[in-house]
């Protein structure tokens, strides 16, 4: 076996839109540079994602220069959102945590709104280096995280996704894989390890760039959702919760938190350092 790379990389600059591949990105202390930095919030502030809205996975948002992203959709004008330069900050809600935000200009809800038909708004992470701290129990001081769901950044193998489409193979909704990669919406894609290898990792690096693994990533509805059409199925959950259950929890993935930072590129290797 050829040792392993790093065998795609993806941003996703408004949470739960839909995802971008790139060859190289820049590792930032709070996840890789222009990932999720933007998150659309309902009228009480609360985060609005693909497990409410399916359809967000039909809108691309490509990055802009200092921040700012141009939103895009079938059927809808392009619109650039640009960071605002001076705002005041509002508190909103992901997960039961309320942290502060800085609101896009008004056209920028206009144009969500109108295209999910309700009442939404598009915020943006002004400060990552402090408004946002990781899960205490997993992180060291001082340590933030963007608006991913609650780690810098998130690692899956091409080798267990291969071994997952095969056990969805043999099960009752076989016909609904194989399951592509964007299901699992990870950051980094590893190829050349061994299936389920990464549950035993402790710390790894890409290229010059190290992380610790701190924790598996526990996945939920939204890898049901196909993220072309944006239809729900029962895969991989149902699979998961056979084959791949921790606690309550089904588990795919390893989330992961940089101990400094650089560029990464598709193919720099990647080693297992712990």
């Given at each position: ?12 600059p ?54 700012g992203?141009?939103?895009s ?24 945590k309320?942290f ?44 933030t995280?963007s ?11 091409a ?14 909704h ?17 190829d050349?390890?061994d ?47 056979l ?32």
């Amino acid at each position: 076996m050829a040792p392993p790379v790093l065998r795609s990389l993806h941003l996703h600059p408004v949470k739960s839109l839909a995802a971008l591949t790139v060859d190289e990105a820049v590792v930032e202390p709070w996840g890789l540079a222009g990932d999720r930095r933007w998150m659309v919030v309902d009228g009480a502030g609360t985060a609005v994602t693909q497990r409410q809205e399916p359809r967000l996975t039909g809108i691309v948002a490509m990055p802009l220069p200092n921040g700012g992203v141009e939103l895009s959709a079938p059927g809808s004008a392009p619109l650039a959102v640009a960071v605002p330069e001076r705002a005041d900050t509002v508190v909103v809600e992901l997960f039961g945590k309320k942290f502060e935000v800085i609101e896009a200009a008004p056209a920028a809800h206009a144009w969500l709104s109108g295209f999910l038909g309700a009442e939404v708004r598009l915020v943006h992470q002004d400060a990552p280096s402090y408004r946002r701290p990781v899960d205490p129990a997993y992180a060291r001081p001082g340590e933030t995280v963007s608006l991913a769901d609650g780690y810098p950044l998130l690692v899956t193998t091409a080798a267990s996704l291969e071994a997952l489409n095969a056990l969805i193979s043999r099960g009752d909704h076989r016909g609904e894989g194989p399951l592509p990669m964007n299901r699992f919406r990870p950051n980094v894609v590893v190829d050349g390890t061994d299936p389920w290898e990464e549950d035993g990792w402790r710390r790894v690096a890409i290229g010059a760039v190290a992380f610790r693994v701190v924790k598996p990533s526990a996945r939920c509805v939204i890898t049901t959702i196909d993220q072309s059409t944006a239809e729900r199925g029962r895969e991989p959950l149902r699979t998961l919760a056979l084959h791949r259950r921790a606690g309550t929890k089904l588990i795919f993935g390893q989330n992961l938190v940089p101990e400094g930072t650089g560029t990464v590129r598709v193919g720099d290797p990647f080693r297992v350092l712990e």
